[in-house]
């Protein structure tokens, strides 16, 4: 499973085992220069296990890792200093904050004024330069995680490695931070990976998707691609496609699932042929009224839980069991409670559907 464009890093049959138990396990990636590419899976699926052979600090049973087509463990420090990493937790060491931004340049032997210069440009970047004198111990998470970042950006690396920089701190901080970076990741086009669980946060950055599950490399694709056309199951209910009904394509375009018919513009399976018929939640659209285009089903609201900005209303369409997001202003409107009917409506497009073996 490769991406198109240049390779910066490749992975080739890579295996890393811990106990004799295999952990993660890819026959071939191409990680493309300049973009973000963005590692998603469950806990557990082998993210930071990948990364940790990235940073050569994780041994692989076998297997070849190569940047720019030379292999990364023929010289392990040269490679380490074309590369930059941040973690969950910012591991800053007992000393100021511009001490802690100057660190991988000193290793590097950079001279002391420059030193101070990418310093203070990296520390004004993410908005923290008047942080520049304070002792690490004396910031907030949110704060620790710029200076962390801006000490990753400092080195000026090809290579950004990323565990879950993001996912320790409060919503508004954590915000404000995405954005920053976005911002940043775009002027400078380091190759980056991401390793991340968050679906808004694989989509916004991403450029490119690699989805891990059980050690094993399922899907890649752009992150809108890999969330809204899912290769099997499993990768389905990880990226949150509430609707999976099985069923069986019954003509040309129309499958049906739960005694309901549903056409689809995705790619036909054979006429008769099992099939997951998938449909994301938000996709759904409900109304009062019987009318549109697309499929139409009628419906009767069978459960109602508020999440956030939308109301989750469990629906029975005869058989068939539908989850519908819906943005909280459209369920006011609508005036619905449990036990009301109402139209779902999903267009052809919005319908997922994956071929099944017998």
Same mark, same amino acid.
């Given at each position: 499973?490769?991406?198109?464009?240049?390779?910066?890093?490749?992975?080739?049959?890579?295996?890393?085992?811990?106990?004799?138990?295999?952990?993660?396990?890819?026959?071939?990636?191409?990680?493309?220069?300049?973009?973000?590419?963005?590692?998603?899976?469950?806990?557990?699926? =082998?993210?930071?296990?990948?990364?940790?052979?990235?940073?050569?600090?994780?041994?692989?049973?076998?297997?070849?890792?190569?940047?720019?087509?030379?292999?990364?463990?023929?010289?392990?420090?040269?490679?380490?200093?074309?590369?930059?990493?941040?973690?969950?937790?910012?591991?800053?060491?007992?000393?100021?904050?511009?001490?802690? %931004?100057?660190?991988?340049?000193?290793?590097?032997?950079?001279?002391?004024?420059?030193?101070?210069?990418?310093?203070?440009?990296?520390?004004?970047?993410?908005?923290?330069?008047?942080?520049?004198?304070?002792?690490?111990?004396?910031?907030?998470?949110?704060?620790?995680?710029?200076?962390?970042?801006?000490?990753?950006?400092?080195?000026?690396?090809? %290579?950004?490695?990323?565990?879950?920089?993001?996912?320790?701190?409060?919503?508004?901080?954590?915000?404000?931070?995405?954005?920053?970076?976005?911002?940043?990741?775009?002027?400078?086009?380091?190759?980056? %990976?991401?390793?991340?669980?968050?679906?808004?946060?694989?989509?916004?950055?991403?450029?490119?998707?690699?989805?891990?599950?059980?050690?094993?490399?399922?899907?890649?694709?752009?992150?809108?691609?890999?969330?809204?056309?899912?290769?099997?199951?499993?990768?389905?209910?990880?990226?949150?496609?509430?609707?999976?009904?099985? =069923?069986?394509?019954?003509?040309?375009?129309?499958?049906?699932?739960?005694?309901?018919?549903?056409?689809?513009?995705?790619?036909?399976?054979?006429?008769?042929?099992?099939?997951?018929?998938?449909?994301?939640?938000?996709?759904?659209?409900?109304?009062?009224?019987?009318?549109?285009?697309?499929?139409?089903?009628?419906?009767?609201?069978?459960?109602?839980?508020?999440?956030?900005?939308?109301?989750?209303?469990?629906?029975?369409?005869?058989?068939?069991?539908?989850?519908?997001?819906?943005? %909280?202003?459209?369920?006011?409107?609508?005036?619905?409670?449990?036990?009301?009917?109402?139209?779902?409506?999903?267009?052809?497009?919005?319908?997922?559907?994956?071929?099944?073996?017998?």
């Amino acid at each position: 499973m490769n991406a198109s464009g240049d390779a910066h890093l490749a992975i080739r049959d890579l295996v890393v085992q811990r106990g004799g138990v295999t952990v993660l396990e890819i026959d071939s990636l191409d990680i493309p220069r300049g973009l973000v590419t963005v590692m998603i899976g469950p806990n557990g699926s =082998g993210k930071s296990t990948l990364l940790g052979a990235l940073q050569l600090v994780l041994h692989p049973t076998r297997g070849s890792l190569t940047l720019d087509g030379e292999p990364m463990d023929a010289d392990p420090v040269g490679t380490r200093r074309r590369m930059a990493a941040a973690f969950q937790e910012p591991l800053l060491l007992s000393m100021s904050v511009r001490s802690n %931004v100057e660190l991988p340049l000193r290793l590097r032997g950079v001279e002391r004024r420059r030193r101070r210069e990418l310093a203070e440009h990296w520390l004004e970047r993410f908005g923290i330069a008047s942080l520049a004198r304070r002792h690490a111990r004396q910031l907030s998470g949110g704060e620790a995680q710029r200076v962390s970042l801006a000490r990753a950006f400092a080195s000026q690396p090809e %290579v950004l490695l990323l565990d879950e920089p993001f996912s320790g701190v409060d919503a508004p901080t954590r915000e404000g931070l995405l954005e920053d970076f976005a911002e940043i990741v775009s002027e400078t086009r380091p190759t980056t %990976v991401l390793v991340t669980h968050d679906r808004d946060e694989a989509l916004r950055l991403g450029d490119y998707a690699a989805l891990l599950i059980g050690g094993e490399l399922r899907q890649t694709g752009p992150p809108a691609e890999v969330f809204e056309r899912p290769a099997d199951r499993d990768v389905a209910e990880f990226v949150g496609m509430e609707n999976v009904w099985e =069923g069986q394509r019954s003509e040309s375009g129309v499958y049906r699932a739960g005694g309901v018919r549903l056409a689809s513009t995705a790619k036909s399976v054979a006429l008769g042929a099992p099939a997951m018929i998938c449909v994301r939640p938000e996709r759904i659209v409900l109304t009062r009224e019987g009318a549109g285009d697309g499929n139409l089903l009628r419906a009767v609201v069978r459960a109602v839980r508020p999440r956030g900005p939308v109301v989750r209303s469990e629906l029975a369409s005869g058989r068939l069991m539908l989850t519908a997001d819906v943005p %909280v202003a459209t369920w006011d409107e609508l005036g619905l409670s449990v036990g009301d009917e109402v139209t779902a409506r999903i267009s052809p497009a919005d319908v997922h559907v994956i071929a099944q073996s017998e």
